[in-house]
């Protein structure tokens, strides 16, 4: 049956899908807008099936606070190339995983996919924009923040984003210490806030490596745990952020670097997602 461009283009603005998508779609349901759509969703569902091993190694961090900067989240939505990253529908998706999940704070990934925005969950409309750009899409790391001062940073490219929670502030100008500490878990990566954050299977496999290390020396069976020892707490010192070197000066710590501008203030927590 004839299709007008008057047709074509009413589903166009209904789903977003592309012209000749809509096209083919309405000629399929000769003409019943209704099984129109239902035929588009099918065809995400069917391109989602197809690249389902595809890897999502492109995308964007978005980060959200609320105005009292007390709590906030990161989140991660992915693609498999840098052109799709750029997509104003892309984008806009992200945007909006990012402010659902800023508002209804869910506890995982899949519990913000299976937040429904209007007749569809998040999951379903991933996927029927999977079936318009053609690629790979994906929410692949969400986290959440709660705290006295919650400060966000986005690195530059919009790959990287961490959200710092600072408490004990006083009178502290938070924005600015939030950032230096957030640029420092950006470049220096931190395991965790403080040796005893780290994974005990973390702290298990330095001692062994310290030992070994020590032991291919030919340091005396009896030295090696001292001596492994002493490679933990050099760890400690280079992987977790309290005591990590402040990389804008090297004569103080981060810890130091926070009781220096104000007495007792500290990181309560953090969070780093990394896309790539």
Wanted: proline share 1%; with cysteine.
């Amino acid at each position: 049956m004839a299709i007008s461009a008057k047709e074509v283009n009413k589903l166009r603005q209904m789903t977003g899908a592309g012209m000749m998508d809509c096209k083919k779609a309405l000629v399929e349901a000769e003409g019943d807008f209704d099984k129109a759509i239902e035929l588009l969703r099918k065809k995400g569902q069917k391109v989602s099936a197809s690249r389902a091993d595809r890897a999502t190694t492109e995308g964007i961090v978005l980060v959200r606070t609320n105005d009292e900067g007390t709590n906030g989240t990161v989140v991660a939505f992915t693609c498999e190339t840098d052109f799709v990253a750029k997509n104003d529908d892309f984008v806009a998706m992200g945007n909006k995983i990012a402010d659902i999940a800023f508002n209804e704070k869910p506890g995982s990934v899949e519990d913000l996919k299976a937040i429904k925005s209007g007749e569809l969950t998040l999951g379903e409309e991933i996927t029927e924009l999977i079936g318009k750009i053609g690629e790979k899409l994906d929410i692949t790391a969400y986290k959440s923040l709660e705290g006295e001062a919650i400060v966000p940073y986005i690195h530059a490219g919009s790959k990287l984003g961490v959200l710092v929670a600072l408490k004990n502030v006083g009178d502290a100008d938070t924005t600015t210490a939030g950032k230096d500490v957030a640029m420092q878990i950006a470049a220096m990566n931190p395991v965790a806030l403080d040796k005893d954050g780290v994974d005990s299977s973390i702290v298990e496999k330095e001692i062994e490596i310290g030992k070994e290390q020590a032991r291919q020396d030919g340091k005396p069976e009896a030295m090696l745990e001292k001596i492994a020892m002493g490679k933990l707490n050099k760890f400690y010192k280079e992987n977790t952020l309290l005591s990590q070197t402040f990389v804008k000066d090297s004569s103080k710590s981060i810890s130091q670097y926070l009781d220096g501008l104000q007495k007792g203030m500290t990181v309560a927590a953090f969070e780093r997602i990394a896309i790539g």
